[in-house]
C-alpha cells in the first residue's frame, strides 16, 4: 500500500534531481530503505487506527436469533461514543486513572530524581550496584511482577502481615479502598529504576566545567541539585512524565492479573480493561473500538496539557 | 530561569571531559553514611520480592503457608519444585520460555536493523516528503500500543493471522522510538562526506549504508535492540489479544494461566512461584550485565 503510494514521488525525484550529483539510485535509496518499516508500520499503526476509528462510528445489527439472516453495518455517528461516555463504569475507571496518576506519577518522578541525583552525587558508594538493583524490576515483566507482589498481598502467605502484627497492624492490601494503591506500589516498584537511568543519563551529560565553577563558588550540595543539576534534567523529567501518564491511561496488566486474588477490582476497573471486557466478554467491537479512541485521545490531551503547562511556566 | 543562565557556556567543546568527573561540590564523611544508608534501604525495597520468590520456591506447599515467608524452610525443595516446573504438562514451560525467546529475540533483532534503515534514510537523504513521513512516524511514538492492540485483531482476525506467531511478531518489528532515536544519531555522527567518498569509489546507497551506516550507528542500535527486546519480553496485552493457543503463549501469559488455577489446585503455587523464579533470572541477569550500554546509547541519543 505504502510502497505504490512512493514509488511515482521517487520516480519524480529521479527525474528532477535537486542536486547535479543526485542520481536516480540515490533518488530511489531513502524510500528503499524506509519501506520495511513503512509497510509495517503502515499495518501495525495506520491501518489498526483507521480502523478503529472507523468501526467506532459504525453499527453492526445482527438480523435474525443467531445472526443467521446476516449483518448490516450503518454509519452510527457518535452513537457508540455516547454509549461509552453513559457507561458510568467506563467512566469511573477513567476517574480512577486519573487519581491513580495525579499521586502515583509524582511519587515516582520525585522518587527516581532524587535516587539518579543521590546516586550521582560523590556521597554514594557503590553507584554500579545500586544502579543496578534499582533498574533490575523493568527487567521484571509487568504480569510477572504483580504475580510477586499479589503473593506479598495475600494474607496468610505473605510475611508482610507478620511484620506488620509486630508493630500492631493488620493492614488490608486488597481491600476496595487500598487496592487501587496496592497497584500503584507495583507500577513504582517496575518503572522508577527505570526513569531514573534516563535521568542519570541527562545528569551525566552535564559538563563538569560547571561543578567546577559551583565549587569555586562555594555552592553546596543543594544549591549545586538546584541551580544547575534540576534546570538541565528537565528534558528527562519531561520525557518520563509524559510516558508516565501515556502508561497511566495504558494499565491493564497489574489490574487484571490483580483481579484473580482481589475481589474489589471489577472487570472495568481501568479503561483499557473495559475496553477488552466490552471487546472479548460482551463482543461489542466497536463500543470497544470507541473506547479505545477515547483512551488514545485523552493520554494525547493530557500529555500536550502537561507540557503545554509546564512551557509556559518556563518562558 | 537558572537554564538559560547556564546555557551559554555549554559549547561542544565544554562536552569533551575527563573520565570520573568530581560531581560535588562540598561533600563530608557524614553525608556518605547518610547518602548510602538511604540507598540500601531503598535497595531492600526493589529486592526483597524477588528475595521472597526465591525463598518460596525453596518451600513445599504445605511449608509455604506455615513457615516465615522471609526465611527458608527445614526441608530445602527447591530442585524438586523447579523439576515440576519444567516436567508439567510436557515440558509447556519451556515452550513458553523458547517462544517468548523467539519473540523478543527475532523481534528485536529485525525491528532494530528496520529502525537502523529508516532512521538513516531519514538522516542522511533529502527527499520530497521527508518530513510528513517523520512526524507520522513521531506521531506513531505517542500512540499508546494497547490502543492498537484491539483493531490490529480484528484486523488480523480478517486476514487469518491471528492465532499464529506472526500476530505477536509482526507488530514487535516496529519500533518509532527506535526510529526516532536512529535519525538522531545518524544526523550526529555519520559523516556525510565519507558517504560521498563511498559513492565516487562506486559503492551503491545500500552497500554504502550496510558498511559505513550500520557500523557508525551500532551503540544507538544496542539501545534501540534492548528498549525493544525488553518491551516484547514484557508485552503482555497484545498476546493477551492476539493468542488462544497456549502452545504459542510467551511466558508471561502462560504464568499467568497457572496463577488463575491458583484457587482450585494449590499445587500451583509451587509451579507459579518456581516459573516466576525461572523467568525473571535471564532478564534481571541481562539488565545488571547491559545497563551499561543502555545508559552509554541513552546519554548519546538524549545529548546530541
Known amino acids: 500500500m505504502t510502497t505504490t503510494r512512493v514509488a511515482p514521488g521517487a520516480e519524480r525525484q529521479a527525474q528532477t534531481p535537486r542536486r547535479g550529483k543526485r542520481t536516480g539510485a540515490a533518488g530511489r535509496a531513502p524510500w528503499l530503505l ?17 480502523v478503529a476509528i472507523l468501526s467506532s462510528f459504525t453499527k453492526v445489527t445482527r438480523n435474525g436469533l443467531f445472526g443467521e439472516a446476516g449483518v448490516t453495518s450503518e454509519f452510527a455517528g457518535f452513537g457508540n461514543y455516547a454509549q461509552a ?30 535516587l539518579a541525583l543521590m546516586l550521582e552525587s560523590a556521597s554514594a558508594k557503590w553507584p554500579g550496584f545500586f544502579r543496578a538493583a534499582y533498574f533490575m524490576p523493568y527487567g521484571v515483566p509487568g504480569v510477572i511482577a504483580t504475580i510477586l507482589w499479589s503473593f506479598l498481598y495475600v494474607p496468610g502467605l505473605s510475611p508482610l502481615f507478620d511484620a506488620a502484627k509486630l508493630v500492631g497492624l493488620t493492614p488490608d492490601f486488597l481491600g476496595a479502598n487500598s487496592v487501587l494503591w496496592s497497584i500503584a506500589n507495583i507500577v513504582t516498584w517496575s518503572y522508577t529504576g ?9 545528569l551525566k551529560a552535564i559538563p563538569v566545567e560547571l561543578y567546577e565553577a559551583a565549587k569555586v563558588d562555594g555552592a553546596s550540595t543543594w544549591r549545586v541539585a538546584r541551580s544547575i543539576q534540576l534546570p538541565l534534567i528537565r528534558p528527562a523529567l519531561m520525557l518520563t512524565t509524559v510516558f508516565s501518564i501515556i502508561g497511566t491511561l495504558q494499565l491493564f496488566a497489574e489490574a487484571q492479573v490483580l483481579k484473580t486474588v482481589a475481589p474489589a477490582i471489577d472487570s472495568q476497573y481501568t479503561p483499557n480493561l473495559s475496553a477488552y471486557t466490552t471487546a472479548f466478554a460482551y463482543n461489542d467491537y466497536n463500543v470497544a473500538a470507541a473506547q479505545s479512541v477515547i483512551i488514545a485521545v485523552a493520554a494525547f490531551a493530557l500529555s500536550f496539557a502537561f507540557l503545554a503547562l509546564t512551557n509556559r511556566k518556563s518562558s | 530561569m537558572t537554564a538559560t543562565a547556564t546555557k551559554p557556556t555549554v559549547t561542544p567543546a565544554a562536552r569533551t571531559r575527563s573520565a570520573g568527573p568530581d560531581r560535588s561540590a562540598g561533600r563530608r564523611r557524614s553525608s556518605t553514611i547518610i547518602v548510602t544508608a538511604l540507598l540500601v534501604v531503598v535497595a531492600l525495597y526493589f529486592l526483597i520480592p524477588v528475595y521472597w520468590v526465591f525463598v518460596a520456591s525453596t518451600k513445599s506447599t504445605s511449608d509455604l503457608f506455615s513457615t516465615n515467608g522471609f526465611w527458608f ?49 531519514l538522516a542522511k537523504y533529502e527527499f520530497k516528503g521527508r518530513n510528513l513521513v517523520f512526524g507520522t512516524i513521531l506521531g506513531g511514538v505517542l500512540v499508546p500500543g494497547t490502543a492498537t492492540a484491539l483493531p490490529l485483531f480484528l484486523l488480523f482476525s480478517q486476514m487469518g493471522l491471528a492465532n499464529t506467531y506472526w500476530s505477536v511478531l509482526l507488530p514487535s518489528l516496529v519500533s518509532p522510538f527506535g526510529l526516532f532515536l536512529c535519525r538522531i544519531y545518524a544526523q550526529a555522527t555519520v559523516d556525510t562526506s565519507l558517504i560521498e567518498a563511498a559513492r565516487i569509489d562506486g559503492a551503491g546507497e545500500l552497500r554504502i ?18 528498549f525493544q527486546l525488553v518491551g516484547i519480553w514484557n ?36 509451579l507459579t512461584t518456581g516459573g516466576v523464579l525461572l523467568s525473571i533470572i535471564p532478564l534481571s541477569i541481562a539488565m545488571i550485565v547491559l545497563q551499561r550500554f543502555w545508559r552509554g546509547g541513552l546519554t548519546e541519543g538524549a545529548v546530541k
Not at chain 1, 34 to 50: R, S
Not at chain 1, 194 to 202: E, R
Open chain 2, 209 to 226: 549504508f550496510h558498511t559505513i551506516g550500520l557500523k557508525v550507528l551500532t551503540p544507538a542500535l544496542v539501545t534501540v535492540f534492548l
Open chain 2, 73 to 121: 524452610a527445614p526441608t530445602f525443595s527447591l530442585w524438586e519444585n523447579l523439576g515440576r516446573v519444567v516436567s508439567y504438562d510436557h515440558g509447556i514451560f519451556g515452550r513458553w520460555f523458547l517462544n517468548s525467546a523467539i519473540y523478543a529475540g527475532v523481534g528485536a533483532l529485525l525491528a532494530t536493523y528496520f529502525a537502523a534503515a529508516g532512521g538513516y534514510a
Open chain 1, 85 to 114: 461516555m453513559a457507561d458510568g463504569s467506563f467512566v469511573a475507571s477513567i476517574g480512577r486513572m486519573l487519581l491513580f496518576g495525579i499521586v502515583q506519577v509524582p511519587v515516582m518522578i520525585v522518587l527516581c530524581t532524587v
Open chain 2, 235 to 270: 508485552n503482555y496485552f497484545l498476546p493477551l489479544v492476539m493468542l488462544s493457543d497456549s502452545e504459542l503463549y510467551p511466558i508471561t501469559l502462560g504464568l499467568n494461566n497457572w496463577l488463575s488455577q491458583v484457587d482450585r489446585l494449590p499445587e500451583f503455587y509451587e
Open chain 1, 34 to 50: 524506509l519501506a520495511p518499516f513503512l509497510a509495517l508500520f503502515a499495518l501495525t499503526f495506520l491501518l489498526p487506527i483507521v
Open chain 1, 194 to 202: 527505570y526513569n531514573m537511568l534516563i535521568i542519570v543519563a541527562q
